[in-house]
């Protein structure tokens, strides 16, 4: 089975910090992505990676920013936390125009 | 452009009852096209998927889907809902054959099972 865990299920964090969320898959993918989805929108496509160090940019990535230095391991940085990115945060994983298998989300408050 | 439109954000239902969750998508080009489901504080689990051949796809819990092309169409069905299939529903589509397969989801339809 595959398996894409995220580092944290719950985040509190306060305006201005910075934030990493992780997220590790287990089975060998090129693919890597982040979502966020919001209440109406469905899920919004922020950063992804097809190899690593390799990114682009999604639908909404003002304000974030990633780090793919292993193949296994993506991250998710938001340099400087708002309130307007609180937001449940997805990561999925997949091999190349495959199936996208997703994390259990990290909820993340902003204060 | 891709876009998907899930025209219901909500639909209730009484359990044992059939349901469909509709689906229609706008692409210029050929497209793949997937449902998940997504229960209650957790990530979102693969339903069913359309790559090409049959137009009737099915999945896992029950439930399967019809692509119809000239409608732009894929919706979702079920002859008989269970309590436990409440859920948040979404779905996508992808380009066809692109290596980064990158998703655009609809905006999702909560399932409502009531007993």
């Known amino acids: 089975d595959v398996k894409v865990t995220q580092s944290s299920r719950y985040l509190v964090k306060r305006t201005g910090e910075k934030v990493f969320l992780e997220c590790v898959q287990d089975?060998?993918?090129?693919?890597m992505f982040w979502y966020r989805q919001d209440p109406g929108l469905g899920l919004r496509l922020i950063y992804f990676?097809?190899?690593?160090?390799?990114?682009e940019k999604g639908d909404i990535p003002e304000g974030y920013s990633v780090s793919r230095e292993k193949k296994e391991r993506f991250s998710l940085i938001l340099e400087s936390a708002s309130t307007n990115q609180t937001s449940m945060y997805l990561c999925?994983?997949?091999?190349?125009?495959?199936?996208?298998?997703f994390g259990p989300g990290t909820r993340l408050l902003v204060l | 452009a891709q876009s998907v439109t899930q025209l219901d954000s909500q639909v209730p239902v009484f359990e044992e009852a059939p349901v469909e969750l509709r689906c229609n998508y706008s692409?210029?080009?050929?497209?793949?096209l997937f449902w998940y489901v997504q229960y209650p504080n957790q990530g979102l689990q693969l339903l069913l998927k359309?790559?090409?051949?049959?137009?009737l796809v099915k999945g896992i819990n029950g439930f399967e889907a019809e692509f119809n092309k000239s409608q732009t169409s894929f919706h979702l069905r079920k002859p008989s809902v269970h309590i436990s299939d409440t859920a948040e529903y979404f779905c996508?589509?992808?380009?066809?054959?692109?290596?980064?397969?990158?998703?655009?989801f609809g905006t999702g339809t909560l399932l409502a099972v009531q007993p």
């Open positions: 089975m060998d993918h090129e693919n």
């Open positions: 990676s097809y190899d690593v160090k390799m990114k």
């Open positions: 692409s210029s080009v050929s497209v793949y």
């Open positions: 996508a589509v992808s380009d066809y054959g692109g290596a980064t397969n990158k998703l655009i």
């Open positions: 359309y790559l090409s051949g049959s137009t």
């Open positions: 999925a994983s997949s091999l190349r125009g495959s199936t996208q298998y």
